[in-house]
């Protein structure tokens, strides 16, 4: 009873001190009320009838412009720490010419709640001075609400518009109550725009409004007639404000009526809530989730109903009224999200995305053998606790029979000295026969002794051979690297369960080698299966994992990173399997954080790589893993750590967190154009060419053409073996579109002038394949070697001798070299002949100026260089310094101006054998180029098409195919129609020298003067005829055909027949030497009948050298003849036929010009093949010739 009362007491003790207390607090806040009530009547007194100085005071105060200018910036930033400061400054100086600067500072200041009553102050001081600044002061602050009838957008940022509204309702209210403002109507003007229900269309107005009432209603009370709580003694304030009662009635009815309206919002935005609600359920239940754009939906109508009610509350708890109840039929919850079941944004990210990344690792770590379905539940253990029991039963059976025997020997004893009485006999009988049963019990015993000693000698048997099976199985566990051999290993372990077996097994787990840590996670799969049925497993491993792990951290040691790193990595393994305890992960996670530094940061970062990301996405510990996180993220950034643990801590919490960031938005391609870089970069092969070509001439080419560029020039994105292949296809278009090689040509060289031009290390690659496609280009045939050349002295002389020379061609930058080497190993095999072979040659001695000017140069380059001079020129020299090359380019000047000026006089001589040419031989082409040279030219030609003939042998697939007939037919029209660089002739508009055609106007003749002529001529003609009669004839030789029956007769093989009928000459030994004989046939008429007669004839005989230069003169003649008249044919076929495509061979040694000569029907062609130097190119198992056809 006594302790009760105590507990009373003490009770109302405490009671009566709380009231005590909150006594003293009220009345402290009314002390504190009542001074600031006093403050304000002052300063009203002091406003209402200010006494300014006069102008002659005002004059004495400082005026400058600097001094003024300093003291109003400082109105923009007032707060109560600078208040009294700022006070002394503006009675120190006169503002008389500054007060609307002044106005507009103190109107852009942003003001806090606490900064009010200083900036009041400031106000009364500077409107107790200055006549003109309340006017200005009232016009200012009211531009803020009113900001479209002054034209001026305070700020475009809406939030801060609402708080700069709200921080000057509440100074224009407190400028009111000490007499600044003495008009109420513009309280009016502002609540009858803030109340306008035009606003409740805007949801964000309407928020903002609703605070800024709210606000009102607090502050300015007694514009609508509430009285403040516990304060009416002190309302002696408001009793002078001259606030109409019409006026009050205004604001308390504008602010009721509103309430009314946003109430009915509030039940609205409810309904369409609650509506919403209902059907995401629905769609919850029928599909099992919501899909993106409902769940944002439902979001933002949450959100903006939470805001309303929010501000609907506070507007209703100013005006002393009760907030709105939303009713609540129960029939549908909220709808959750990710977001709103996470309480940080730590969450969010794990609430959606799965545990693990990929179901291969989920099944690794969740879907584990269950033993019970291939082992006996006897050797899994849980057979042990019944065969324990029947041990027990049997050893208390035991005992019970031994007590029976001693208390069957007690109750004898008894009975025998109870029975002492009786006769002897009786007592030696019974004592025979308590003998007989102790020897019979001492039997039994000894019996089963014997039985238990055999046992125990089985057992030590089978456990012998369990030991040697479970060592082999021991040693095979290291070899276990993947989920079907640590299965089954742990089935097998099984078998040879027991007590020891298993503290060996949880020996050799704990012992794994410190540097194979991709043990861990199979061995931890093992422990994670067995612990279904040997509970004692993971507990005897994880507490040695956590033993050993506090014996590190404590030791505090820079060494054993290994062994640290091994057992973390451990418990983040068994972690994942749930075998390890989240507490015991985050527990060693902490101490590594207390301790944040050396090998703890290695230690943490482990833990969180092997770990930290399975647990910031299980829902449980995602929360406390977000605050590690952060944790760690802080330290990090505060400690001073080395780059590497830097990069550690980064990297280890990004895997646990990646930074969020949108999804890659793949670019979207028109249909056509995916098929189009298909057929390019991935069709396109050597096989595919043909099928390719014949679906890109089937695209709408109006359409497609730009693209069709753009893809061409983009080679880098294909296999670099293809390059030829676009050239290829280059060609083969350009055959039905003229214009379509010349914009690829002209693009690769804009893209090679770009590359120079930005030296951008990322261009390098693209750079080398534009490279590669303009030497593919010029092998078939798109650009002269004028274009090749120019392009190689562009690159060894761009930037030069400008200031941005170390950046365009840095000292130890060889890329430029590598350009070089790429473009000429492309095509500089061609330039082996004529001028094309001297403009190489003298540009190769420039390129080794340019290599020298670049220093010692890496390896690969230097072979790179040395490969291209021993396949170009492989008997140039190779200089080694400047001095030589210089001397080596003034032999090579001079020598180039010998013959220059050697050139005239050749001409001259070849004038007359010009002349003799007709008029077809230097007809032009459609395209504009020669197809025909000198007689001294087709003479070398025709010999060094003997030594590079061909055989026909047709496709290498033993068809052909009417668009594979484009490359010959290529070659063949260009061979036409084109001169070569390679073999001395060139088309015009070149700049070769060998071959200059100059186009004369044609002269008007007078016919007087061309009958003089005429009559000269006839005369001279006349002379010449008579004086030739005079002359003595040779007589002219016989030219009869050798008779057939002659021919037929001859039997030596040996004989050769020329078409003069007389004789026919054979030299012996294959040659005509000065001292040999000529045999000759002879024929004879004896008769009736023609003999022939051998007759041997020197060979420096007048008759032989004739009849041989007649040989060679017919024979020439016949060549130019059939040449012609195969040109003809050709030019008229391809005018028939548009150009069609002939078929190229490779597959047996080259193309033939028989080949072509026989498909297109002009007769049979003896096989030889015209042409000098050809280009070829293999592409897709076809040979293609690019060689002039004479």
């Known amino acids: 009873?006594?302790?009760?009362?105590?507990?009373?007491?003490?009770?109302?003790?405490?009671?009566?001190?709380?009231?005590?207390?909150?006594?003293?607090?009220?009345?402290?806040?009314?002390?504190?009320?009542?001074?600031?009530?006093?403050?304000?009547?002052?300063?009203?007194?002091?406003?209402?009838?200010?006494?300014?100085?006069?102008?002659?005071?005002?004059?004495?105060?400082?005026?400058?412009?600097?001094?003024?200018?300093?003291?109003?910036?400082?109105?923009?930033?007032?707060?109560?720490?600078?208040?009294?400061?700022?006070?002394?400054?503006?009675?120190?100086?006169?503002?008389?010419?500054?007060?609307?600067?002044?106005?507009?500072?103190?109107?852009?200041?942003?003001?806090?709640?606490?900064?009010?009553?200083?900036?009041?102050?400031?106000?009364?001081?500077?409107?107790?001075?200055?006549?003109?600044?309340?006017?200005?002061?009232?016009?200012?602050?009211?531009?803020?609400?009113?900001?479209?009838?002054?034209?001026?957008?305070?700020?475009?940022?809406?939030?801060?518009?609402?708080?700069?509204?709200?921080?000057?309702?509440?100074?224009?209210?407190?400028?009111?109550?000490?007499?600044?403002?003495?008009?109420?109507?513009?309280?009016?003007?502002?609540?009858?725009?803030?109340?306008?229900?035009?606003h409740l269309k805007d949801r964000e107005a309407t928020q903002a409004n609703l605070s800024l009432l709210s606000a009102f209603a607090r502050q300015g009370r007694f514009f609508i007639g509430l009285q403040s709580h516990g304060q009416e003694a002190y309302d002696e304030l408001f009793k002078d404000l001259n606030v109409t009662a019409d006026q009050k009635k205004f604001f308390k009815k504008a602010l009721n009526s509103y309430y009314d309206a946003v109430a009915e919002l509030l039940q609205s935005e409810h309904t369409s809530l609650r509506q919403m609600e209902a059907e995401n359920a629905k769609v919850l239940t029928a599909k099992g989730e919501l899909s993106d754009e409902n769940t944002a939906s439902y979001e933002k109508l949450r959100k903006t109903f939470d805001h309303l009610q929010r501000g609907v509350s506070s507007l209703a708890e100013a005006l002393d009224m009760q907030p709105p109840v939303m009713p609540d039929d129960g029939n549908t919850t909220r709808v959750t999200t990710g977001s709103d079941v996470a309480p940080s944004s730590a969450k969010e990210p794990s609430a959606l995305e799965p545990i693990w990344d990929d179901e291969d690792t989920k099944a690794f770590y969740e879907s584990l053998p269950d033993l019970r379905a291939f082992v006996p539940a006897v050797l899994l253990g849980e057979a042990e606790p019944k065969l324990n029991e029947k041990g027990r039963e049997q050893s208390e059976s035991i005992t019970e029979q031994d007590t029976e025997v001693h208390d069957s020997a007690q109750t004898s004893s008894i009975t025998g000295y109870q029975m002492e009485g009786k006769a002897d006999d009786g007592m030696k009988d019974s004592e025979e026969k308590d003998k007989d049963k102790g020897k019979g019990v001492d039997k039994e015993k000894s019996k089963e002794k014997d039985f238990d000693r055999k046992i125990e000698r089985e057992k030590e048997k089978i456990r012998a051979v369990d030991n040697a099976g479970l060592d082999n199985l021991l040693q095979r566990l290291p070899g276990c690297v993947s989920r079907d051999l640590i299965d089954q290993l742990t089935v097998e372990f099984c078998y040879l369960n027991s007590k020891s077996s298993r503290k060996k097994l949880v020996r050799a787990l704990f012992n794994v080698p410190r540097t194979s840590l991709e043990l861990l996670a199979y061995y931890s799969r093992m422990v994670a299966t067995l612990s279904t049925c040997m509970k004692d497993v993971p507990s005897m491993l994880l507490a040695m994992l956590e033993e050993e792990f506090n014996f590190l951290i404590n030791k505090k040691d820079q060494i054993n990173i290994e062994t640290k790193i091994k057992n973390i990595r451990f418990i983040g393994e068994l972690c994942k399997f749930k075998i390890a305890p989240a507490a015991l992960v985050f527990s060693c996670l902490k101490s590594c954080l207390d301790d944040f530094s050396h090998h703890n940061i290695d230690v943490a970062c482990n833990l969180l790589e092997t770990c930290g990301r399975?647990?910031?996405?299980?829902?449980?510990?995602?929360?406390?893993?977000?605050?590690?996180?952060?944790?760690?993220?802080?330290?990090?950034?505060?400690?001073?750590?080395?780059?590497?643990?830097?990069?550690?801590?980064?990297?280890?919490?990004?895997?646990?967190?990646?930074?969020?960031?949108?999804?890659?938005?793949?670019?979207?391609?028109?249909?056509?154009?995916?098929?189009?870089?298909?057929?390019?970069?991935?069709?396109?092969?050597?096989?595919?060419?043909?099928?390719?070509?014949?679906?890109?001439?089937?695209?709408?080419?109006?359409?497609?053409?730009?693209?069709?560029?753009?893809?061409?020039?983009?080679?880098?994105?294909?296999?670099?073996?293809?390059?030829?292949?676009?050239?290829?296809?280059?060609?083969?278009?350009?055959?039905?579109?003229?214009?379509f090689a010349v914009a690829v040509v002209d693009e690769v060289l804009e893209e090679i002038r770009v590359g120079l031009e930005l030296n951008d290390y990322g261009m390098q690659q693209r750079r080398l394949a534009h490279m590669r496609f303009l030497g593919e280009l010029y092998s078939y045939k798109h650009i002269d070697s004028s274009v090749v050349f120019e392009t190689l002295y562009l690159i060894i002389v761009f930037g030069h001798g400008t200031p941005e020379q170390d950046v365009l061609d840095p000292p130890e930058d060889c890329f430029r070299i590598r350009l070089i080497i790429t473009l000429l190993q492309t095509c500089g095999h061609y330039f082996n002949r004529g001028s094309s072979k001297r403009k190489l040659d003298k540009f190769l001695l420039h390129f080794q100026r340019y290599i020298i000017s670049k220093g010692p140069l890496p390896l690969d380059i230097e072979f790179?260089?040395?490969?291209?001079?021993?396949?170009?020129?492989?008997?140039?020299?190779?200089?080694?310094?400047?001095?030589?090359?210089?001397?080596?380019?003034?032999?090579?000047?001079?020598?180039?101006?010998?013959?220059?000026?050697?050139?005239?006089?050749?001409?001259?001589?070849?004038?007359?054998?010009?002349?003799?040419?007709?008029?077809?031989?230097?007809?032009?082409?459609?395209?504009?180029?020669?197809?025909?040279?000198?007689?001294?030219?087709?003479?070398?030609?025709?010999?060094?098409?003997?030594?590079?003939?061909?055989?026909?042998?047709?496709?290498?697939?033993?068809?052909?195919?009417?668009?594979?007939?484009?490359?010959?037919?290529?070659?063949?029209?260009?061979?036409?129609?084109?001169?070569?660089?390679?073999?001395?002739?060139?088309?015009?508009?070149?700049?070769?020298?060998?071959?200059?055609?100059?186009?004369?106007?044609?002269?008007?003749?007078?016919?007087?003067?061309?009958?003089?002529?005429?009559?000269?001529?006839?005369?001279?003609?006349?002379?010449?005829?008579?004086?030739?009669?005079?002359?003595?004839?040779?007589?002219?030789?016989?030219?009869?055909?050798?008779?057939?029956?002659?021919?037929?007769?001859?039997?030596?093989?040996?004989?050769?027949?020329?078409?003069?009928?007389?004789?026919?000459?054979?030299?012996?030994?294959?040659?005509?030497?000065?001292?040999?004989?000529?045999?000759?046939?002879?024929?004879?008429?004896?008769?009736?009948?023609?003999?022939?007669?051998?007759?041997?004839?020197?060979?420096?005989?007048?008759?032989?050298?004739?009849?041989?230069?007649?040989?060679?003169?017919?024979?020439?003649?016949?060549?130019?003849?059939?040449?012609?008249?195969?040109?003809?044919?050709?030019?008229?076929?391809?005018?028939?036929?548009?150009?069609?495509?002939?078929?190229?061979?490779?597959?047996?040694?080259?193309?033939?010009?028989?080949?072509?000569?026989?498909?297109?029907?002009?007769?049979?062609?003896?096989?030889?093949?015209?042409?000098?130097?050809?280009?070829?190119?293999?592409?897709?198992?076809?040979?293609?010739?690019?060689?002039r056809r004479r």
């Open 614 to 739: 399975f647990l910031y996405r299980s829902p449980e510990t995602t929360i406390r893993m977000a605050n590690m996180l952060e944790i760690l993220m802080r330290l990090k950034n505060v400690k001073n750590l080395d780059p590497r643990h830097s990069t550690l801590v980064e990297n280890a919490y990004y895997l646990c967190k990646p930074p969020e960031r949108s999804a890659r938005v793949s670019k979207v391609r028109p249909p056509l154009h995916q098929y189009i870089r298909k057929l390019l970069f991935s069709d396109l092969d050597k096989s595919s060419v043909e099928h390719v070509l014949r679906q890109l001439r089937k695209l709408p080419w109006v359409e497609c053409q730009q693209y069709l560029i753009k893809c061409f020039l983009k080679v880098h994105k294909g296999k670099y073996s293809h390059v030829h292949l676009i050239a290829l296809l280059t060609a083969g278009l350009s055959r039905h579109h003229d214009d």
């Open 864 to 1187: 790179d260089i040395q490969d291209l001079f021993a396949e170009l020129r492989p008997n140039m020299d190779r200089y080694s310094s400047v001095e030589e090359l210089d001397a080596a380019l003034v032999e090579l000047e001079e020598s180039e101006h010998a013959a220059s000026v050697e050139k005239p006089e050749n001409e001259k001589l070849s004038d007359s054998e010009s002349q003799k040419v007709q008029p077809h031989d230097t007809a032009f082409s459609a395209n504009g180029r020669g197809s025909a040279n000198g007689a001294e030219e087709n003479g070398k030609d025709h010999e060094g098409a003997d030594s590079e003939s061909y055989s026909d042998s047709g496709s290498i697939d033993g068809h052909e195919d009417e668009e594979d007939l484009m490359f010959e037919d290529k070659s063949n029209d260009a061979s036409e129609n084109e001169g070569d660089d390679e073999d001395d002739g060139i088309h015009a508009g070149s700049d070769e020298d060998e071959g200059v055609e100059v186009r004369h106007k044609v002269v008007q003749v007078d016919p007087k003067e061309q009958e003089d002529f005429d009559r000269e001529l006839k005369a001279l003609l006349q002379e010449s005829l008579e004086s030739r009669k005079s002359e003595v004839r040779p007589r002219a030789t016989l030219n009869m055909m050798v008779p057939m029956n002659v021919l037929e007769g001859s039997k030596d093989p040996r004989a050769v027949e020329s078409e003069s009928g007389e004789e026919t000459v054979d030299e012996e030994g294959g040659s005509a030497g000065g001292g040999s004989k000529v045999r000759v046939k002879v024929l004879m008429k004896k008769g009736h009948k023609q003999q022939t007669r051998q007759m041997f004839v020197p060979g420096d005989c007048s008759l032989v050298q004739s009849t041989k230069q007649q040989e060679a003169a017919e024979l020439e003649e016949k060549q130019s003849i059939k040449r012609r008249i195969l040109e003809y044919n050709e030019r008229e076929e391809e005018e028939m036929n548009g150009g069609t495509l002939q078929m190229g061979n490779w597959g047996q040694g080259g193309s033939n010009t028989g080949s072509s000569i026989r498909s297109g029907g002009r007769g049979i062609w003896d096989g030889s093949t015209r042409g000098a130097r050809q280009r070829h190119h293999i592409a897709g198992g076809f040979y293609h010739s690019y060689g």
């Open 1 to 198: 009873m006594e302790n009760a009362q105590n507990e009373n007491s003490k009770e109302t003790k405490q009671d009566d001190e709380t009231r005590q207390n909150k006594q003293d607090d009220e009345e402290a806040r009314l002390e504190e009320y009542k001074k600031l009530i006093d403050q304000k009547i002052a300063l009203r007194l002091s406003n209402l009838n200010p006494e300014r100085p006069d102008a002659n005071y005002l004059r004495t105060l400082d005026s400058s412009i600097k001094r003024n200018t300093t003291v109003i910036k400082k109105l923009k930033t007032i707060n109560d720490e600078q208040k009294d400061g700022l006070m002394d400054e503006l009675k120190s100086v006169n503002l008389s010419k500054f007060v609307s600067e002044a106005v507009s500072y103190i109107c852009e200041a942003k003001l806090r709640s606490a900064d009010i009553q200083a900036a009041v102050q400031v106000c009364s001081l500077l409107h107790q001075r200055y006549k003109d600044f309340s006017p200005c002061l009232v016009q200012g602050l009211l531009k803020v609400f009113f900001p479209g009838k002054s034209g001026d957008d305070l700020d475009t940022d809406k939030n801060s518009r609402a708080l700069k509204k709200r921080s000057t309702l509440k100074l224009l209210i407190e400028l009111y109550f000490v007499g600044i403002v003495e008009d109420a109507s513009i309280f009016v003007n502002i609540i009858k725009d803030l109340t306008s229900l035009e």
